[in-house]
């Protein structure tokens, strides 16, 4: 019947609306981290007021569009009518449902009001127009681990397979095979920007890429699996960390510096079958399993509280310092029959 759905379309909208909620999900726990000075779990006019006077300088994203609203508003002096626009219940309070609806495509009925950000169905906005890559290309672009500050994403392109064009914030990498791409470079404007050029990327390669829009094309003989860390615009930094102790300076036998720039950094653990680390710290980090099958963290050193965590090739791990010492302070074993080795993108802020 023309008109009518696909199967498959109707999975590739289920897919970008669960990951818009995610995506909103992790943007309002991290609003409330920072401007829900009160602990209710919710925005009142005061708390917006805050926000809208700070020095908030996010890149490209939700929050920023958020900020440019209220800012704006408050700046006309019509902050106070706005907040009562995108406050449905009229509770005084903006719950998630509130803020959500505030970051889709409709507007507050109020005609006074200045206009609710629309950003469209994403996880990032950029100056290009384009869509984010999970956004544009759910078949080829997966998030594996999420915390609330970024999301690690795998990406699997058999050969002769081409994404749409799309949009990267600032992005580590790391290519777990080889891989032979064709990229193509688009611009600002949204538009193809010069001829497409091949480029040839060993395993293990650790690329840091700055912000930018292409599209990307397979034209090797195998398939191409690709990790990296996207930052969220609103991060909010973890903070200096008494007594921090890195995993590369107390296990330099086992843990490797791949890449790093001033926020993240990549690394490398391998261990043998019964091999054990060194007490140390982490801050926010995200891990993607390569190889292993079971490791035995123990919290804060003590040897007599072992945590056993079965693992698995190709897994992604969350690993947020708010989940306490399980992931922010600990020694580690391989507790398996096999090696492990695990690549992980942490922050350095």
């Keep these: 019947m023309a008109g009518e759905m696909s199967v498959a379309e109707k999975e590739r909208m289920e897919k970008e609306d669960a990951e818009f909620k995610r995506t909103l999900e992790n ?22 007021k805050s926000f809208a006077s700070s020095n908030y300088t996010g890149s490209d994203g939700y929050m920023q569009t958020l900020f440019d609203w209220a800012s704006g508003a408050m700046e006309s002096g019509d902050l106070e009518n706005a907040f009562k626009a995108v406050d449905t219940d009229g509770s005084g309070e903006l719950e998630f449902e509130e803020f959500a609806k505030m970051l889709s495509d409709e507007p507050p009925e109020e005609e006074e009001a200045p206009p609710a950000p629309a950003v469209g169905n994403s996880a990032f906005t950029f100056a290009s127009g384009l869509l984010d890559c999970c956004a544009s290309n759910p078949e080829a672009y997966k998030v594996v681990a999420e915390i609330p500050n970024a999301r690690l994403v795998e990406m699997r392109m058999p050969p002769g397979a081409a994404d749409k064009p799309h949009d990267h914030p600032s992005h580590s990498m790391f290519f777990a095979k080889p891989a032979k791409l064709e990229i193509t470079d688009y611009g600002e404007d949204g538009n193809p920007k010069g001829e497409p050029h091949v480029v040839e990327i060993p395993e293990g390669a650790p690329p840091i890429f700055p912000p930018g829009a292409h599209q990307v094309k397979n034209v090797g003989d195998t398939e191409a699996l690709v990790l990296f860390v996207e930052q969220y615009p609103l991060c909010i930094p973890c903070g200096d960390v008494e007594g921090f102790v890195s995993p590369f300076e107390a296990c330099p036998g086992c843990y490797k510096v791949l890449a790093e720039n001033d926020d993240w950094v990549t690394g490398m653990v391998e261990m043998a079958p019964g091999e054990s680390d060194t007490l140390h710290s982490h801050k926010d980090h995200l891990i993607y ?45 391989n507790s398996g029959t096999k090696p492990i080795k695990m690549l992980f993108f942490e922050m350095k802020k």
């Design 27 to 48: 943007l309002w726990g991290a609003w409330l981290s920072a401007y829900d000075t009160d602990g209710s779990k919710t925005i009142s006019l005061e708390e917006l």
């Design 289 to 333: 399993v390569l190889e292993g099958d079971e490791v035995t963290i123990y919290p804060d050193g003590n040897m007599e509280d072992p945590h056993a965590v079965p693992i698995k090739p190709e897994a992604g791990i969350p690993a947020p310092m708010s989940a306490g010492p399980i992931f922010a302070k600990h020694c580690m074993k």
